[in-house]
């Protein structure tokens, strides 16, 4: 049975349980990016819910900010191996999200979109239940650009790279389908805890 930590927030005395395997700390807050960082407009912002090919819902920035926000402290874990605790973010849970779209459960994977064209899959299970959100703010503040603003997916118990940035979409799927990096040799998955790095971890 592995310790995740899910107590002691604001003791930041004790770590222990709190690194995954393989994982260091680190105080900053590294950016990583395969490309170009986008640049969107509050103006130009929209977010789209889509069943298979069929988008069911679409907000603009005013109305996607005027969906309940949730704040969470959650630790992060970037598979370059750094791991980042008691990081702040406040946003729109997924179910809520999904609630003023009138969707349940319409299919179980999702492929989240962002506006540089990345993508990446995660099973439904695993952006309910208050474990996942589409973030607006980090640390009190707008989330900066390169850290994936206007609004970036965030999934923190799995590696980082779930956690899209400049998200524009989230997609239902039949399958799970593989995502960018999932493409590129890394994890369908992605369990920090198991080491879910490679394909084949
Ligand atoms: N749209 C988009 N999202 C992305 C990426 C990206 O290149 N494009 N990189 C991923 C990777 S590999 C990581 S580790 C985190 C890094 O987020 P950060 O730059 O805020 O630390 O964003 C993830 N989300
Ligand atoms: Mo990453």
């Given at each position: 049975m592995v310790t995740r930590g899910f107590t002691g927030r604001g003791s930041s005395g004790d770590q222990s349980g709190r690194i995954p395997p393989g994982q260091h700390l680190v105080e900053?807050?590294?950016v990583l990016t395969a490309g170009p960082?986008?640049?969107?407009?509050?103006?130009?912002?929209?977010?789209?819910v889509k069943v298979g090919p069929k988008p069911v819902k679409?907000?603009?920035w005013s109305e996607f900010n005027a969906l309940p926000k949730t704040k969470v402290t959650k630790d992060i874990h970037c598979v370059t191996s750094w791991s980042k605790l008691d990081?702040?973010?406040?946003?729109?849970?997924?179910?809520?999200?999904?609630a003023d779209a009138g969707l349940d459960r319409p299919t179980d994977f999702v492929l989240a979109h962002s506006y540089?064209?990345?993508s990446t899959n995660v099973p439904l299970a695993d952006l309910l239940s208050g474990k996942a959100m589409v973030a607006l703010k980090f640390a009190g503040q707008p989330i900066t650009r390169d850290h994936g603003g206007p609004a970036r997916l965030l999934v923190p118990h799995l590696y980082f790279w779930k956690s899209a940035?400049?998200?524009?979409?989230?997609?239902?799927?039949?399958?799970?389908?593989a995502g960018?990096?999932?493409?590129?040799?890394?994890?369908?998955?992605g369990d920090p805890w198991r080491e879910q790095r490679y394909t084949d971890d």
């Open positions: 900053n807050f590294p960082t986008p640049n969107v407009e509050l103006a130009d912002w929209k977010f789209t679409v907000w603009n990081t702040i973010w406040e946003g729109v849970l997924i179910e809520d999200i999904l540089d064209d990345y940035k400049w998200v524009k979409a989230l997609q239902f799927t039949t399958r799970d389908e960018f990096w999932e493409l590129r040799g890394y994890h369908i998955y």
